[in-house]
DNA sequence: CGGCAGGCGGTTA
DNA sequence: TAACCGCCTGCC
C-alpha cells in the first residue's frame, strides 16, 4: 500500500524534538530516524522535518506528515502543530531585553505550542501530577489499550483512542488497576463523572471544579487544551528558574505570576515553555 | 533503604 | 489562607 506523505515547504521555526519533548504531550514516540509518530484528532501520523543547512538553529526546512492527505491537513494539522503562528515575531517579543528567555528561546528554537484537545489534556495533566514523564506516557498509552476505541494500524502498530469521558465515568479504580495510576486513578473517574454531569469545562474555573486538579494543572490545561496562550503554569521547574534566574523567591508562585503577567502577558504560555524546556535539559545534562 | 518525580486533597491552626 | 502531610508507583 503505497502512504501518503505531505510536505510543507520552508518552514522555520519547528523542530520535533522541541515539539514533542518539550512536556507539553504525551502520545508522540521517537522513531529511529527522529521523527515522531502519534495519535491526534483520531488520526495517526509520523512527522519529519528536514533542515535546510543541516541544523541551524531555526532555519527554515522540510515539514513531512505521513499517513496524512491535503484534507488532513487543512482540516487538522495545520491547527494542531500551530503552523499559522508566527513564532519568529512571538520570540522577538519575549526576548527583547531579557537574557534569561535569549537563552531559553536559543535552546528551543523549534517548540510549537500544540493544540490539543480538550479531554485529553484533563488526562493527560491528571496522571502528571507527582509522577514522571515516562511513566505518564506508560500510564496514558495503557489506558488507551484498556478502555480506548481502536483508531487504525500505522506500520505494525495498533492505536487507541483515551477513553471518553462516558466511558470513564462507568469503571471502578479496580478496573484501572492494570494502568497503575496510583492515587490518580479516583481523580480520573471523578472528574469523567463530572464532565459527564456538568459539560465540558470552558474556563479555568470550570477546570478547578474537577478532581485532581488543582492551580497547575488547571494551567496546564488551559494553555494546552483551551488555547489560552497567557496561561503560565508553575510547577517545580519553572519555579526554579523563576528563582534562580530571575530572582524570585522561591516559594512565591503569585509574585511569578505577577511577573510573567507584567512582562510576558498573552504570550505567558510561550515564555513558560521555553523556559521549561531549557530548564530541564540544563539540569539532565549535569 | 529513603528520596524523589512536571501536585492535589484533606486537615489543621 | 497558609502550612503540612499522605499518597500509588517506579527508579535511583
Redesign the pocket.
Known amino acids: 500500500m503505497e502512504q501518503r506523505i505531505y510536505t510543507i515547504e520552508d518552514v522555520e521555526d519547528f523542530f520535533p524534538v522541541h515539539v514533542f519533548e518539550?512536556?507539553?504531550c504525551f502520545r508522540w514516540q521517537r522513531q529511529e530516524d527522529g521523527s515522531y509518530t502519534g495519535v491526534a484528532g483520531g488520526r495517526i501520523a509520523n512527522i519529519a522535518f528536514e533542515s535546510y543547512e543541516g541544523e541551524a538553529e531555526g532555519g527554515s526546512g522540510r515539514l513531512q506528515i505521513s499517513n496524512c492527505t491535503e484534507a488532513d491537513f487543512e482540516n487538522f494539522w495545520s491547527q494542531y502543530l500551530d503552523l499559522d503562528r508566527d513564532y519568529g515575531k512571538l520570540k522577538r517579543k519575549l526576548c527583547r531585553g531579557d537574557k534569561v528567555m535569549r537563552k531559553a528561546v536559543k535552546f528551543g528554537w523549534g517548540i510549537r505550542i500544540l493544540n490539543q484537545d480538550l479531554w485529553e489534556t484533563i488526562v493527560s495533566?491528571i496522571i502528571?501530577?507527582?509522577?514522571?514523564?515516562?511513566?505518564i506516557k506508560g500510564c496514558i498509552e495503557g489506558l488507551a489499550e484498556l478502555l480506548g476505541e481502536p483508531v487504525g494500524v500505522f506500520e505494525g502498530r495498533a492505536w487507541y483512542d483515551l477513553p471518553t469521558p462516558e466511558k470513564l465515568a462507568l469503571v471502578t479504580v479496580e478496573d484501572l488497576?492494570p494502568v497503575?495510576?496510583?492515587?490518580?486513578a479516583k481523580?480520573l473517574i471523578e472528574t469523567a463523572k463530572i464532565v459527564c454531569q456538568k459539560g465540558m469545562p470552558e474556563n479555568v474555573e470550570d477546570l478547578s471544579a474537577?478532581?485532581?486538579?488543582?492551580?497547575?494543572?488547571?494551567s496546564?490545561i488551559a494553555l494546552f487544551g483551551m488555547g489560552e496562550t497567557g496561561s503560565f503554569?508553575i510547577?517545580?521547574?519553572v519555579a526554579r528558574v523563576m528563582s534562580g534566574l530571575y530572582g524570585i523567591d522561591e516559594?512565591n508562585h503569585?509574585a511569578m505570576k505577577a511577573y510573567a503577567d507584567e512582562h510576558f502577558g498573552a504570550l505567558g504560555g510561550f515564555a513558560q515553555q521555553y523556559l521549561?524546556y531549557y530548564i530541564?535539559n540544563l539540569n539532565a545534562r549535569k
Open positions: 518539550c512536556g507539553q495533566f502528571s501530577q507527582n509522577n514522571n514523564i515516562p511513566r488497576a497503575k495510576l496510583g492515587y490518580r481523580y474537577l478532581c485532581g486538579v488543582g492551580p497547575k494543572v488547571a496546564c503554569p510547577d517545580v521547574w516559594k503569585g521549561f530541564r
